[in-house]
């Protein structure tokens, strides 16, 4: 053995090959500072015996190469004064340097991921080979950040800039046959071989066959580029880069300045130039931001697995009530293994949801994301039925039908009686209380909520919704099956609106409050939009949702907070509801709707819309951007609060994830927690108060006040 720790051992194999093998305790390999110190120290062991060695195989002995990073030592990391992160990086890169460096051909052996620092390390070897189950990339500007290991310097030097641009400003991990074309890797093996396969390339480099000194010579290199095409490459990469990340997100576009400006140096200058865009993006809000929704994600993923040890298996599920959204969750079950039954009781309705689960495939198909036999497969795993017969077997029902809770509960007790006594029950319900709904069944232990947000394809979070009656096995088994679904679960308790309606009414409130004093719905949604960052405006929002169900759900806030959501005269809302105008749904709302070309919704301006708001609350007056964010904001932020302060939702990381997931805040703010958090307590109540005037909504809470005396923050400093 040449150098063992707990988490790296290098050993000598056949030709004097060292083996060089990351093994950490835990379930994968990542660097964190043990690691990396590890490998430090491995790397000078082969050093020391240098006169034994020919060449080093970098391997793993997991099934993944090497996640990345430790992402959990950033935030702490990043807080320190800019001189100690930088001190960091650079004895971090010389550990890089230094496994590139060493006197003999080395090559890496990639099976499962190997991300960000993994591919760093990779990247740093004279040769790669995998075998099929690899997956490549440098995935930082997902997390605000830009390559801090090396890899704006490396990956253009391997497989040329304009492809090393694409894989790093998208952040997208590759397949190992697209990382062969582009030159990434050197071959693809099956996986029972990748050892052997790495020992005979290492062994034709030791003969000659292979030339292992230029290719480690044209990595510390300038890149080899023509002036006008390396002009004409960068310009167009900008071009693309912002159109895509936008404003709001500076990291994809610092790895098109960095790769530019460090083109013409060897190593040292160019990782010089990466060196400090990192400092300063790890410095930004936006990381900050994105590094806690990481971690938050993580957390949350945490809390699933665990609750799958003491969940009871679901190997077939039903839904009731087909159409798009029973369609949807029929779609989402098999298309992830689990057999499901929609059961309706009309055949126009299973049709429907049939109809629903066949576009989604036929859709994939067209994108090369699946083949027909895959489609075949899922939709046999669907069987739709017009009798109760078929759901006996279903571990897990889901009652999807029409939002009532007359209907809802009748269908609820006539279920019950055609299931095992141990199927859990849930209602997909987005306003009616768990509790009440619980009353209509004989063992309430076994049932929760299941909200799905729609369209369900495309949404990632699915609340659980805890009633008072269920029993934690329910819970846990309801999660695991949202996971297995390939959703992320957030358990909240019962309460009007749950946890995202009712956070996301408050902010519909404070719409209608600004168009009651005259503010222009177009406007708002412009703030909203490009400056604050949510991917859709309030008033569009509503059309979306439909202003039929906006109208149903206030109704519902209102009765459950009346001193806060109930309204004293018409709002917005009210006006559209009463003319009809319900959105996309019947083409005309805050916007009237056309179909486009693509036969996707087109939005235009409407002067109807205006006439009815004008005739309902007078001329249209002008609002600065910084009020029309206050005024939609603060009311979201503190319903936020007050969810967590009652125990809604069990902790700010759940409640960030739910907002981000469910309602698309804008990922760069880190959802309303990071955001008070970023703004300062003491700042978010001294601008709560400056609206107070304004009702229930704008007056923060107690604790709100406690928190901001003692310069506290939500999530830990």
Not at 287 to 306: P, R, W
Request: charged share 20%; proline share 5%.
């Amino acid at each position: 053995m040449i150098y063992q720790s707990p988490t790296i051992q290098v050993e000598m194999l056949e030709n004097n090959i060292a083996k060089l093998c990351f093994n950490s305790p835990g379930s994968v390999n990542k660097f964190d500072k043990e690691t990396l110190d590890s490998l430090n120290a491995a790397l000078d062991s082969i050093m020391q015996q240098q006169a034994d060695i020919n060449a080093v195989l970098v391997t793993s002995a997991k099934d993944t190469f090497i996640v990345g990073a430790d992402i959990t030592e950033f935030l702490g990391l990043f807080a320190q004064p800019e001189s100690v992160l930088h001190e960091w990086i650079v004895q971090a890169n010389d550990v890089f340097n230094k496994l590139e460096d060493l006197p003999f051909p080395t090559i890496s052996a990639v099976k499962g991921f190997a991300l960000g620092g993994g591919c760093e390390a990779i990247l740093a070897t004279d040769f790669r080979i995998a075998d099929s189950s690899a997956r490549i990339g440098l995935p930082e500007t997902k997390l605000g950040l830009i390559p801090g290991f090396g890899g704006t310097v490396r990956l253009p030097r391997v497989i040329g800039a304009d492809n090393a641009l694409e894989w790093i400003t998208s952040g997208k991990e590759q397949r190992p046959d697209k990382a062969l074309q582009v030159g990434a890797i050197d071959a693809v093996v099956e996986a029972d071989v990748l050892e052997q396969a790495a020992i005979q390339m290492l062994k034709d480099a030791l003969s000659g066959d292979l030339d292992w000194q230029a290719r480690r010579a044209q990595k510390q290199a300038p890149l080899t580029l023509p002036k006008l095409e390396a002009m004409m490459s960068f310009a167009t990469a900008k071009g693309m880069v912002f159109k895509v990340a936008g404003k709001h997100y500076p990291a994809p576009m610092a790895a098109v300045d960095v790769i530019e400006k460090a083109s013409q140096g060897d190593r040292s200058a160019a990782l010089a130039v990466e060196h400090q865009a990192f400092i300063k993006l790890a410095k930004t809000e936006v990381a900050q931001a994105l590094i806690g929704i990481f971690l938050n994600d993580q957390l949350v993923k945490g809390k699933a697995k665990k609750a799958s040890k003491q969940a009871q298996a679901v190997n077939s599920a039903a839904v009731l009530g087909a159409g798009i959204m029973g369609g949807g969750i029929a779609y989402q079950s098999a298309s992830k293994g689990t057999p499901i039954v929609m059961k309706d009781i009309a055949q126009p309705a299973l049709d429907l949801g049939l109809g629903e689960a066949s576009k989604l495939l036929a859709a994939q198909i067209k994108r090369g994301r699946s083949t027909p036999a895959k489609m075949a497969k899922v939709l046999n795993n669907i069987t739709a039925t017009l009798d109760y017969s078929a759901v006996k077997q279903a571990d897990v029902v889901v009652e999807a039908v029409v939002e009532h809770p007359k209907v809802k509960a009748t269908v609820l007790a006539e279920v019950e009686q055609h299931v095992s006594d141990d199927a859990i029950i849930t209602s997909n319900t987005s306003t009616i209380s768990i509790n009440l709904l619980a009353k209509s069944l004989k063992k309430p232990e076994r049932f929760c909520g299941m909200h799905f947000f729609n369209p369900v394809h495309k949404m990632p979070l699915v609340e659980v919704i805890r009633g008072e009656n269920s029993s934690e096995e329910t819970i846990a088994s309801v999660v695991a099956y949202a996971s297995k679904m390939g959703k992320t679960p957030i358990v909240v308790n019962d309460c009007p609106g749950f946890f995202v309606n009712r956070v996301l009414f408050p902010y519909f409130a404070g719409f209608s409050g600004l168009l009651a004093d005259g503010a222009d719905f177009k406007a708002i949604d412009k703030v909203m939009e490009k400056q604050f960052g949510w991917p859709m405006g309030p008033a569009y929002l509503l059309d979306v949702v439909g202003l039929d169900t906006g109208h149903h759900a206030q109704a519902v806030m209102a009765e459950g907070f009346p001193d806060r959501m109930g309204k004293t005269g018409k709002d917005a809302i009210d006006v559209m509801f009463e003319a009809e105008r319900f959105g996309q749904k019947n083409d005309k709302g805050f916007y009237q709707y056309s179909i486009d070309r693509r036969g996707k919704p087109k939005k235009d301006l409407d002067p109807v819309a205006y006439e009815l708001l004008g005739n309902a609350f007078g001329e249209l007056k002008e609002f600065s951007s910084d009020e029309i964010i206050a005024r939609t904001m603060i009311p979201m932020v503190i319903e936020t609060v007050r969810c967590l302060e009652e125990g809604i939702i069990a902790s700010p990381a759940e409640a960030d994830m739910g907002l981000v997931y469910g309602l698309g805040f804008p990922p760069f703010r880190g959802g309303v927690f990071r955001y008070i958090d970023t703004m300062g307590v003491a700042n978010f109540v001294a601008l709560a108060d400056q609206y107070a005037h304004l009702g229930g909504l704008y007056q923060v809470t107690d604790n709100m006040r406690e928190l901001a005396k003692n310069n506290g923050s939500y999530y830990p400093a």
